[in-house]
């Protein structure tokens, strides 16, 4: 008998896990991912990230680098 292993391809995703304090709505590239805390699931990459708190009248826009397989944690403090 043959037995042949098979291996699961290698992921192409990883999973940004982003908070803002205060909170703040979240936009990557043209997709609106909703207020934070988000965790959302992105192919591999680099992005950026724009943070809004309207309330505040502050946008941050912060850079993000997503690793297939890989949570990526990321704390923004926004402050006027």
Known sequence: AVVTRVRSPAPKTGTLLLAA???????V???DLGVTPVS?????GDYSAVLENDA???TR???L???A???????VRLEP
């Open 56 to 58: 505040l009248k502050v």
């Open 21 to 27: 304090f205060p909170w703040a709505r979240v936009r």
């Open 65 to 67: 680098k997503i690793r």
């Open 40 to 44: 959302v699931e992105l192919p591999a």
């Open 69 to 75: 397989g890989k949570k990526t944690p990321v704390f």
């Open 29 to 31: 590239g043209n997709r």
């Open 61 to 63: 826009t912060v850079p």
